[in-house]
T-cell receptor, first 115, second 111 residues
Framework: GAVVSQHPSRVICKSGTSVKIECRSL??????MFWYRQFPKQSLMLMATSNEGSKATYEQGVEKDKFLINHASLTLSTLTVTSAHPEDSSFYICSASRQGHDGYTFGSGTRLTVV | EDQVTQSPEALRLQEGESSSLNCSYT??????LFWYRQDPGKGPEFLFT???AGEEKEKERLKATLTKKESFLHITAPKPEDSATYLCAVQAAGGYNKLIFGAGTRLAVHP
């Protein structure tokens, strides 16, 4: 079945630094990928929709200059958290849809801790 | 505004004790309703997609049903390995393929 690989699974960074999270579709081409954030015991909140070769579409309230999204190829989207602060600590998850397949496939998530 | 509400927030069952999880939704034109299972510290795992009222889908001990206002995830004779958070999400017509998630139901099945 469709596999989405997300890396790293865990990262700890110092306040003020930037962190990049990668999301790869391993066995299919994903023209659209989605980035979510999940706080403990809460649901997934969509941050942005990433389209290959074009600018990402951000949800209301999400700072596009802080959460940089790049979708340079049909198999790779990246989320960079710039100038990270402790309140950015969260679980970040990507997902992708595959034409002709039911549902959306999610990555395994990245636990970001900013100290 | 498109909205998804799941109940209960948490559910504790004994092994073999069947039950149902509820997902109520308000959406401007439903394209699809999705059920996912999420284990702690992992991404959601796809279970079902339902597209129209009256539709039902089954997988092992799970059965999902859909009406015009809500969906149920029925769990028959659950086992401890069914313990997880179950998430419901909707995709609205004109929503550019994005999913709107409910807060989930945390299910614990005890032997």
């Amino acid at each position: 079945g469709a596999v989405v690989s997300q890396h790293p699974s865990r990262v700890i960074c110092k306040s003020g630094t930037s962190v990049k999270i990668e999301c790869r579709s391993l066995d299919f081409q994903a023209t659209t990928m989605f980035w979510y954030r999940q706080f403990p015991k809460q649901s997934l909140m969509l941050m942005a929709t990433s389209n290959e070769g074009s600018k990402a579409t951000y949800e209301q309230g999400v700072e596009k200059d802080k959460f940089l999204i790049n979708h340079a190829s049909l198999t790779l989207s990246t989320l960079t958290v710039t100038s990270a602060h402790p309140e950015d600590s969260s679980f970040y998850i990507c997902s992708a849809s595959r034409q002709g397949h039911d549902g959306y496939t999610f990555g395994s998530g990245t636990r970001l801790t900013v100290v | 505004e498109d909205q998804v509400t799941q109940s209960p927030e948490a559910l504790r069952l004994q092994e073999g004790e069947s039950s149902s999880l509820n997902c109520s939704y308000t959406v401007s034109g439903l394209r699809g309703l999705f059920w996912y299972r999420q284990d702690p510290g992992k991404g959601p795992e796809f279970l079902f997609t339902l597209y129209s009222a009256g539709e039902e889908k089954e997988k092992e001990r799970l059965k999902a049903t859909l009406t015009k206002k809500e969906s149920f995830l029925h769990i028959t004779a659950p086992k401890p390995e069914d313990s997880a958070t179950y998430l419901c999400a909707v995709q609205a017509a004109g929503g550019y393929n994005k999913l709107i998630f409910g807060a989930g139901t945390r299910l614990a099945v005890h032997p």
